[in-house]
């Protein structure tokens, strides 16, 4: 690792904000027939000569097992490099160097204006464990942002923040909460028939949910929140994904039973519990239905990152997810409706299992025009032979980011402030504009809460009936191709794969039983 | 602490046999944390858990949410793990929980 030569160091630039001390690491590896690495070649890289340079995944493999042991996590790997975390004094235990603080010109937009590097005169005696294994490694620089300076975007807060029970003004199409939902899926008849989902249990589980947000107390909407295995404070909601989506259960059901099941930990945002636990926890609820706006990709993806590293389906389920898939089933033919979200363009499981109902997802326009989402998945599952995904949908937007339904959220959370870059709310409103089939899935549970109230003798096989033959067809648009190694499956007259049976009628479905 | 989920063998899958494996389970360093009607969770420390599996563990990170999800969770991979002797009469399958999607 080369010592840092020349950074600003003004004063201006000591009053910004303090380095972190978590480092992001590149390691570089060394080529198996002369150890030869990136670093170490004299001459520039070409796209040509990298490939002469690529390691022996075996080596990688070992050199990532080693720094792990010794504490770093790995947060992304390539054919190349990868990418490593640490804290300052691991780093400088194990690299043998002694690391500054380095300031970075303040007019420079960058992540963060303050850094650790090791300086000019730093020894470097890094584990020679390490260094036979690996190149090099490099601390990873404040990164520069390629657009005008803005102002930084809040930490993500619990939602201690006040914000207001009526949602902010954007200025485009989307759906407003708590009528247009229901309005569109033919629910309010079922209301006025006296039918909200009363005494039925409905589990949902995800990130969080904060429903101290006005919201939910405006339309006098009531829950209870359990903690699953090392999920903390059933209060809050960081990422904002839960909090939201539940906004579809309350505005189909809102007399049901709603028991939020959390997974997440807000102090240590790799821990928190697995699906498996939240599903196990869900059950000791004793659930009519529970609905997961979860999943897994079941492609060829790359572990550390999740990322694709081809379209191709797997044929078999993995055996990590035997366990989740045997749950699950057992729950079902123990009498449980169990939704899942088919996916926004991933292959997902367990929203591919022939047991459970597959959300996807239908856009009504303005007018009242409906076409299947772009941004939900329609594939035939390679692993259950004959299953087509989705059974049928609830409402989701389009490409690129399926910004659609106004949903209240924690101000300040992870979706308040990503979503602000394109849904026209702020960072820190508590609302945003999302869907995704994580919003189809409790829309769904919470008409089969309908069904439920009505006919308490239903079993999942009667509701996925009902729910199929009582659907309205939608003819038209293709769901994402991602989904389907590329090739979107297109909607057409009757059942067909980009939205199974249609659009979920709930008063059509609810005469039925 | 590792993320474990373990798959109860069919003739066990009763109320009785889940209680068997979380007994057994205790005796090799895995502590349970909740259980279905044929699975248990439970955790393992770190540094137990290539004793125990014979192959190594790698953290995930987790990952804020992106065009086509709302972030992934953090967590564990592993190789598939191999099922240690006390509990292979009673346990089908066994796996470190991987990070997931929020769709």
């Not at chain 1, 899942?340 to 303005?366: K, L, Q, R, T």
């Not at chain 1, 990503?418 to 849904?423: E, K, L, P, R, V």
Request: charged residues 20%.
């Amino acid at each position: 690792m080369k010592r840092v030569q020349a950074i600003h160091n003004t004063s201006r630039a000591r009053k910004t904000t303090k380095p972190s001390e978590e480092l992001s690491i590149a390691i570089t590896f060394r080529r198996p027939q002369d150890g030869l690495g990136p670093t170490k070649l004299s001459a520039r890289l070409s796209s040509a000569s990298v490939a002469a340079l690529r390691p022996d995944p075996l080596d990688i493999d070992r050199a990532l097992y080693e720094l792990h042991h010794r504490g770093f996590v790995v947060s992304a790997r390539g054919k190349l490099t990868a990418s490593v975390r640490g804290n300052r004094r691991l780093f400088e235990k194990v690299f043998g160097t002694k690391l500054k603080i380095f300031r970075i010109d303040p007019t420079q937009e960058t992540s963060s204006q303050a850094f650790y590097y090791p300086p000019p005169d730093a020894q470097w005696k890094p584990d020679p464990a390490i260094m036979s294994l690996i190149d090099d490694a490099y601390i990873q620089w404040p990164h520069i942002f390629m657009a005008a300076k803005k102002k930084p975007k809040p930490k993500p807060q619990p939602a201690s923040g006040q914000p207001s029970a009526t949602a902010p003004s954007v200025g485009y199409f989307h759906l407003s909460m708590p009528n247009d939902v229901p309005r569109l899926l033919n629910v309010p008849q079922v209301h006025a028939a006296g039918t909200t989902g009363k005494g039925v249990r409905i589990v949902m589980m995800d990130s969080g949910f904060a429903h101290s947000h006005p919201y939910f107390k405006a339309n006098n909407y009531t829950s209870s929140v359990a903690l699953a295995p090392s999920a903390s404070n059933n209060k809050t909601d960081m990422n904002g994904h839960g909090t939201g989506e539940s906004a579809n259960i309350f505005a189909i059901a809102p007399g049901a039973s709603f028991i939020g099941i959390k997974l997440d930990d807000d102090a240590n945002p790799q821990g928190g519990a697995s699906i498996l636990e939240g599903f196990q926890e869900a059950l000791k609820h004793k659930p009519q239905v529970i609905s997961v706006s979860l999943g897994y990709d079941l492609c060829e993806t790359n572990p550390f990152t999740g990322q694709r590293i081809s379209d191709k389906h797997l044929t078999t389920l993995p055996n990590g997810l035997k366990a989740l898939e045997a749950e699950i089933q057992a729950a079902v033919a123990n009498g449980v409706v169990v939704v899942f979200s088919a996916g926004n363009g991933h292959v997902s499981f367990p929203g591919m299992m022939p047991e459970i109902i597959s959300a996807g997802g239908v856009f009504v326009d303005e007018n009242g025009g409906m076409t299947a989402s772009d941004y939900a998945s329609a594939f035939m599952s390679k692993i259950y032979s004959g299953r087509s995904v989705p059974d049928f949908c609830g409402l989701v937007g389009m490409q690129p980011h399926a910004d659609y339904i106004m949903l209240p959220i924690p101000s300040g959370c992870e979706i308040d402030r990503d979503n602000s870059a394109h849904d026209k709310t702020t960072a820190s409103d508590g609302w945003g504009v999302f869907s995704g089939t994580s919003a189809a899935a409790p829309q769904l549970a919470g008409v089969c809460a309908l069904l439920l109230e009505k006919n308490g003798g239903l079993t999942p096989s009667d509701i996925k009936a009902v729910l199929k033959r009582s659907c309205r067809d939608v003819t038209t648009g293709s769901a994402n191709d991602a989904s389907n190694e590329g090739h979107a499956v297109k909607a057409s007259a009757g059942l067909d794969g980009a939205t199974g049976a249609g659009l979920v009628d709930a008063f059509a479905a609810w005469k039925q039983i | 602490m590792i993320k474990l989920q373990i798959l109860v063998r069919q003739p066990w899958r009763t109320s009785e046999g889940i209680e068997r494996v979380r007994e057994l389970i205790q005796t090799i360093g895995i502590k349970p944390t909740v259980s279905g009607r044929t699975t248990l969770s439970a955790e393992i420390p770190e540094d137990s858990f290539e004793d125990v599996f014979k192959v190594p563990v790698t953290k995930v990170a987790s990952r804020p949410p992106s065009e086509r999800d709302f972030g992934r969770s953090g967590g564990n991979i592993s190789d598939d793990l191999i099922i240690p002797e006390p509990l292979r009469k009673y346990v089908e399958n066994i796996s470190v929980a991987s990070p997931y999607f929020r769709m």
